[in-house]
């Protein structure tokens, strides 16, 4: 059974930066392509960033120019570079993973049970 496993979220002020890590577990092939979610208080899951095994990326208009994904397609591991962040980057950030190409605005077929960044103002 595949597991992903999320870290690296907490509390930092306007302006600081944090770095997620998602390893996966349990799978016996390479992921075509992992990314990043993120849902507020009372918003709905929202696309933040995603990598293809060929190493494409893709980001939010919110967040372009500010967060980085990265991974290691062998490894089925993913992280992101958050930096400048703001009050509205605050939310639960979710990792996932697919094995199949696709638009992956909606999400993708394996997650992990996320972790919360807060940025204050």
């Known amino acids: 059974q595949v597991q992903l496993m999320e870290s690296g979220g907490g509390w930092v002020q306007t302006g600081g930066s944090l770095r997620l890590s998602c390893a996966a577990s349990?799978?016996?092939?390479?992921?075509?392509?992992m990314g990043w979610y993120r849902q507020a208080p009372g918003k709905q899951r929202e696309l933040v960033a995603t990598?293809?095994?060929?190493?494409?990326?893709d980001y939010a208009d919110s967040v372009q120019g500010r967060f980085t994904i990265s991974g290691n397609n062998a490894e089925n591991t993913v992280w992101l570079q958050m930096n400048s962040l703001k009050p509205e980057d605050t939310a639960v950030y979710l990792c996932?993973?697919?094995?199949?190409?696709?638009?992956?605005?909606?999400?993708?077929?394996?997650w992990g049970k996320g972790t919360l960044v807060t940025v204050s103002s």
């Open positions: 349990g799978g016996r092939f390479s992921f075509v392509a």
């Open positions: 990598i293809t095994s060929g190493g494409s990326t």
């Open positions: 996932a993973g697919t094995y199949y190409q696709g638009n992956y605005y909606s999400g993708m077929d394996y």
